[in-house]
Antibody, heavy 119, light 109 residues
Framework: EVQLVESGGGLVQPGGSLRLSCAAS????????MDWVRQAPGKGLEWVGR??????????EYAASVKGRFTISRDDSKNSLYLQMNSLKTEDTAVYYC??????????WGKGTTVTVSS | QSALTQPRSVSGSPGQSVTISCTGT?????????VSWYQQHPGKAPKVMIY???KRPSGVPDRFSGSKSGNTASLTISGLQAEDEADYYC?????????FGTGTKVTVL
């Protein structure tokens, strides 16, 4: 079964850091571009960023709202995707989803992990 | 990058058709044929219903269809069913980034 499982969410104070993980199974993870998408409470979906595959030099791209604070990485040997979040702000509070990118859409999503930034 | 504009809500009776619009700019919706639509039930992850403007993934009922004209994409649900009640989001490639729509709640009366 194709599956993505996020972990690492929790409560963090403003200015703090958190690292999210996404474990992939059931498909050849290394072949795929992978994204993070978030959803603030009661709000819509927001693209966070992308990491491409080895064939595309593991290039990363970020939304303007997180550029310079968030870093996406991957470990193909562990079938895992990561999101390092630094200098967190209250507006970063959201459910964070990892998603498999396929031909300019997202065909597989995880169930999400909740990040709360609050003092 | 501003969110794509969708109506906040649409509604219809079972069996009727509803259409959700998604308005962007020439830098996103109008510039690429890479618009996708996602259905999200409360507390669940999104599910792709349409990709590349008009294509339907296997397993998605053919009552879901997509189209685009200029800077506006549309999702039509024909023969509305109770299980179609959900939030729907459009998404467009915007050249090295992606932008989602504001979301539309579909209510089945």
């Amino acid at each position: 079964e194709v599956q993505l499982v996020e972990s690492g969410g929790g409560l963090v104070q403003p200015g703090g850091s958190l690292r999210l993980s996404c474990a992939a199974s059931g498909f050849t993870f290394s072949d795929h571009l992978m994204d993070w998408v978030r959803q603030a409470p009661g709000k819509g979906l927001e693209w966070v960023g992308r990491i491409k595959n080895k064939a595309n030099s593991y290039t990363t791209e970020y939304a303007a709202s997180v550029k310079g604070r968030f870093t996406i990485s991957r470990d193909d040997s562990k079938n895992s995707l990561y999101l390092q979040m630094n200098s967190l702000k209250t507006e970063d509070t959201a459910v964070y989803y990892c998603a498999r990118a396929y031909n300019w859409n997202y065909d597989v999503w995880g169930k999400g992990t909740t990040v709360t930034v609050s003092s | 990058q501003s969110a794509l504009t969708q109506p906040r809500s649409v509604s219809g009776s079972p069996g009727q058709s509803v259409t959700i619009s998604c308005t962007g700019t020439s830098s996103d919706v109008g510039g690429y044929n890479y618009v996708s639509w996602y259905q999200q039930h409360p507390g669940k992850a999104p599910k792709v219903m349409i990709y590349d403007v008009t294509k339907r993934p296997s397993g998605v009922p053919d009552r879901f269809s997509g189209s685009k004209s200029g800077n506006t994409a549309s999702l039509t649900i024909s023969g509305l069913q109770a299980e179609d009640e959900a939030d729907y989001y459009c998404c467009s490639y915007a050249g090295s980034s992606y932008v989602f729509g504001t979301g539309t709640k579909v209510t089945v009366l």
